[in-house]
């Protein structure tokens, strides 16, 4: 078993959790995840590693509640535990021996763009960060992601935070007001970063981006997470999380991500009614 130790609720629909899990946090590294399972009967999700201390023995984990297992982990609280914990899987992110990199977060991809930034901003590499979300009443931890970076940029669609853009909009005026990157990386909805790379495409800027959002089992056997890279075929569990934008075959990739969207929908449903029964119990 996997004790929470601490759980802060980052806004209506983002929780951070922070778990008890020594031999993860022992060799975790930015870009790799985990494997959870809630209980027994749960199924098994992937979730971003967002932070860990060695020392302490523990693993950060942020995540959305837009499924059944994500609002059945969201009913634990601190002292309570999880079954299953398995990590770190993946390949970490290989950001070694950069120029000056921009990072770009969109909603709840901060959270796994924030540790890229931090493991770069604790190698002396210059960062730009740059966070994009809907309003300001679902910004979260920004306090954190600009203690990870030389500079953080955030980004709201409506304005709200008196900074209206979108993510690309902002990375385009740094860098035509000079900003000599040599690597984007961007992280979250994956209409996001087709566009950051096609952006960064025309300047000619190596772009990293990663592609959890596909990935289920974790292990590269159910093959859902299959993507075309480069015209070759790659499973993201184990061939990334993280691969080269500008070889990644965005159109086929959403519309993979859109093959269970009416399954999910039913399992979300009926996990509802379960838990509006149980509160009237």
Excluded: W
């Amino acid at each position: 078993m996997f004790p929470i130790v601490k759980k802060r609720r980052l806004n209506d629909s983002m929780t951070l959790m922070v778990v008890k899990a020594p031999f993860v946090a022992k060799k975790a590294k930015a870009g790799q995840f985990i494997i959870l399972r809630v209980n027994e009967t749960g199924e098994r999700i992937p979730l971003t590693v967002a932070d860990y201390d060695r020392e302490n023995g523990t693993v950060t984990i942020i995540y959305q509640k837009v499924g059944k297992t994500t609002r059945l982990l969201d009913t634990l609280e601190e002292g309570d535990a999880l079954l299953d914990f398995i990590g770190p899987l993946g390949k970490a992110s290989e950001l070694e021996g950069r120029r000056h990199v921009a990072v770009i977060g969109g909603g709840a991809g901060c959270a796994i763009a924030y540790p890229q930034a931090k493991a770069l901003h604790e190698m002396g590499t210059p960062v730009d960060m740059i966070a994009g979300f809907r309003n300001k009443d679902i910004v979260f931890m920004e306090d954190e992601m600009r203690a990870a970076c030389d500079r953080l940029i955030v980004m709201t669609d409506d304005g709200s935070n008196g900074n209206k853009g979108l993510v690309t909009d902002a990375l385009r005026r740094q860098i035509e007001a000079g900003a000599d990157y040599d690597l984007v990386v961007a992280i979250g909805p994956m209409i996001m970063m087709k566009f950051v790379c096609d952006l960064t495409k025309e300047y000619g800027i190596q772009t990293m981006i990663s592609m959890n959002p596909i990935m289920i089992d974790g292990t590269g056997m159910c093959g859902g997470c299959r993507l075309t890279v480069g015209g070759k075929t790659k499973f993201a569990c184990v061939d990334g999380p993280d691969f080269d934008g500008h070889q990644v075959d965005f159109d086929e990739a959403m519309a993979r991500l859109r093959t269970y969207r009416e399954q999910e929908a039913a399992s979300d449903r009926e996990f509802c009614r379960l838990m509006e029964g149980a509160e009237h119990a």
